[in-house]
């Protein structure tokens, strides 16, 4: 059976590249393991920043109106949920994919497409904050943090988890990179 | 020794006409993001609209003001000093957001600019085979830039054309209709590009882990 398993990699255009020169920099165990943290760290920081996000909530009375505070209320916040938590979903998947297997090419392509996401998501969600705490008096827009405190607070951490997540998936990247390739 | 094999290896795999054509098809796909990320970022930067509100009315002299969109932030001393004036001007700023949409926008069409006169001109420059590492980092960096750009101006947009409710927040796109269309122009521009950018990367990533002997993609 492994000897099955054995001829069907052999004959795979990937893994005989293991036969050419350009094979001199494999997988050692410290960069797998390096790999492996890193994707472990990401997983954390997205997850941390979707579970922030998804518990702020605050409401403050202004001259007998209630004003609540959800995140649910900007579909800025809502698209920065979604995609942490998609985010953190992939890097729960892919730490139980190995690096020899013949996944590890779409796990690379995969990588650069929710780097993207990630950082697309952090940067709108940042422009509606500093909207929200700076506020915009020529367009009319008046800053909210001012009223409810916690709401904004709990916003700026899951920034902040966003964008260490999303700087560890560009390091994840280049380093998968520089463990391929260079 | 690994450096005549490389050398030698880019050669067998830059002389087959499918290779050449491929290549060709590449380097047509970022003619047309560079065209599409450099008008993205001149149509948001001379996006500009003024209209005229009739603020009170004095005796048989209505006093006018002027509201201006523009997108970029300007200073405080200037805005003293052109209120001052009658009619006065007030400046409606789209904030950091579409400042930063349109400095992402230029550096994307300045790294395809460059990137294209390399593939062009440059053949001969001996990157010691690092060409294609270089080419796909890069490109992974600009399209992770552009993808922000993008997203911030996108989300600020919508706020801009539907408002916020719940944070007392009008929209602002009944007034401005010019600025609103030209900006939704850009955006779209935007993101032809940045799609184009991110099957560029993928293909260049894809041709480095092909071993070189063999001339597919």
């Not at chain 1, 779409?106 to 969600?125: E, G, Q």
């Not at chain 2, 970022?30 to 149509?43: D, E, G, K, Q």
Request: aromatic share 8%; proline share 2%.
């Amino acid at each position: 059976m492994f000897h099955i398993f054995k001829t069907l990699l052999a004959r795979d255009p990937f893994s005989s590249s293991l036969d050419l020169p350009k094979a001199k920099f494999p997988m050692t165990k410290t960069r797998r393991i390096f790999t492996l943290l890193l994707r472990l760290l990401a997983m954390g920081a997205t997850l941390a920043a979707t579970i922030i996000m998804v518990t702020s909530h605050d409401s403050a009375e202004v001259l007998n109106l209630t004003f609540e505070a959800k995140y649910s209320n900007e579909s800025t916040f809502k698209y920065f949920v979604i995609a942490e938590a998609v985010a953190s979903g992939y890097s729960l998947i892919v730490l139980f994919i190995s690096s020899k297997s013949l996944l590890r090419h779409l796990v690379m392509i995969l990588d650069v497409v929710i780097t993207t996401v990630l950082s697309s998501s952090v940067s709108a969600a940042m422009a509606i904050a500093h909207v929200g705490k700076k506020g915009n008096s020529h367009a009319g827009w008046l800053p909210i943090c001012g009223l409810v405190h916690k709401f904004c607070n709990q916003v700026t951490g899951a920034l902040i988890a966003g964008f260490i997540a999303a700087i560890i998936y560009l390091v994840l990247l280049l380093y998968t990179l520089h463990t391929v390739y260079i | 020794m690994a450096l005549e094999t490389e050398r030698k290896t880019e050669a067998i795999f830059n002389s087959t006409p499918a290779q050449k054509q491929k290549d060709r098809i590449l380097l047509l796909l970022r003619l047309v993001a560079f065209l599409a990320t450099a008008s993205a970022t001149i149509v948001m930067a001379l996006n500009k609209q003024t209209i005229t509100l009739v603020v009170a009315t004095i005796g048989n002299n209505p006093i006018k003001a002027s509201l201006t969109a523009k997108f970029q932030h300007t200073p405080a001393f200037v805005l003293v000093l052109y209120s001052l004036l009658i009619p006065s001007l007030l400046h409606i700023y789209n904030d950091c957001a579409c400042t930063f949409f349109v400095v992402a926008n230029a550096q994307a069409s300045f790294h395809n600019l460059l990137i294209l006169v390399l593939e062009i001109v440059g053949h001969k420059i001996d990157f010691k085979g690092l060409r294609l590492a270089i080419i796909a980092i890069l490109d992974m960096l600009i399209v992770v830039l552009a993808a922000a750009g993008d997203g911030a101006a996108v989300f600020m947009a919508e706020l801009g054309k539907n408002g916020n409710s719940h944070a007392r927040w009008n929209k602002i796109c009944d007034k401005f209709q010019t600025f609103c269309d030209h900006g939704s122009g850009a955006l779209i521009a935007s993101f032809i590009g940045l799609i184009l950018l991110l099957i560029i990367n993928i293909i260049s990533i894809a041709k480095l882990f092909k071993p070189k002997s063999y001339n597919t993609i």
